[in-house]
């Protein structure tokens, strides 16, 4: 997304001597991932502030990112895409937030349902980044770390009577995550097939 910004201050680093030429693609990819990320989460803290709903997009960031971090999932064909699909997702999950009005008994059963099906799931490589069987097996073991972490969040968040009022941002960043891995699925599943039959 930022690349030829990233090239611009890497090139002037190399020239003062700040990074070594032979570190030049290394130094671009982290600019731009930097930048990329920084943008991302700026873009969500003023969405949050359009919405008057800063604590729950910063609750829903914390638990979205990082449970999708090792589950994996659809993702966008490129950066700009990315970008704006990140953009709707927060703002539907803010206005999911807003207007959540399902039993806490129900809301248990689904984010129990969520978290069976990231569970089994879980990680969804995408087209442009196999996963090797190492790879495999670690990001399956960190997912289910996650996934264990982020339910006891919603449930101190949801059983805690202070706290209760963000147990739908925990439920909805889980059922967001759980969304995104069953479209990963179907996604490079109809992949494989493809390839398949072009072969």
Known sequence: MFKVLSGSITDSAVKRGAVKPED??????GINTLLTVGVNIISALLIGLIFNMVIEIILFLVIYKQLRKYTGGIHANNALNCYISSCIT????????????????????????????LWILAPIEAKNKPLDELERM??????HIMIIVCFAVF??????PVLKAYSAVAAISIYTVA????????????YHQKQQHNL
């Open 155 to 160: 449930a101190a968040l949801h059983y805690i």
């Open 138 to 143: 670690v990001f399956r073991r960190r997912s």
């Open 90 to 117: 927060y703002i539907a999950a803010l206005v999911c937030i807003r207007y959540y009005d399902v039993p806490g008994s129900v809301t248990t059963v689904l984010v129990l349902c969520s978290s069976a099906v």
């Open 179 to 190: 969304i995104f891995a069953v479209l990963g699925k179907i996604s490079i599943a109809r």
């Open 24 to 29: 030049r693609e290394e130094t671009v990819y």
